[in-house]
């Protein structure tokens, strides 16, 4: 996307984890490595094109940073990581997730 000077906007939901695996059937393998997303775009950006990012953790530094991706940035690769809590889901999600698990039940199987 950079070498071709996309100006996409890419947002990306980082609650942290598999939180409707979890509740479909937990176990150690849900527990993964939380990755610096910025920071890995940053390191392809490397100084080449025009990128723009930002974290964001509440509503209104998401409000700034699409103002940012529209005004100033327009002509730029912007990428958004949306921090939001690891539980924050719908009730329906969560009913789903407990209607697979109760469908497809079995012990952990650890290797």
């Not at 906007?9 to 609650?15: E, K, P, S, T």
């Not at 393998?29 to 974290?55: D, L, Q």
Request: charge should be negative; aromatic fraction near 10%; proline fraction near 5%.
């Amino acid at each position: 996307m950079l070498r071709w000077e996309q100006n996409n906007i890419i947002f990306l939901i980082n609650n942290g984890g598999y939180t409707i695996e979890v509740e479909i059937h937990d176990g150690p393998y849900n527990i993964i490595k939380n990755w610096n997303y910025t920071g890995v775009v940053e390191a392809f950006h490397n100084g080449e094109g025009k990128c723009y990012t930002a974290k964001v953790r509440t509503e209104e530094e998401l409000k700034k940073a699409i103002e940012a991706s529209l005004g100033p940035n327009k002509d730029s690769l912007c990428f958004i990581e949306v921090i939001v809590h690891k539980d924050d889901t719908s009730k329906e999600l969560l009913e789903w997730g407990s209607r697979v698990s109760a469908a497809n039940s079995r012990p952990p199987n650890p290797q």
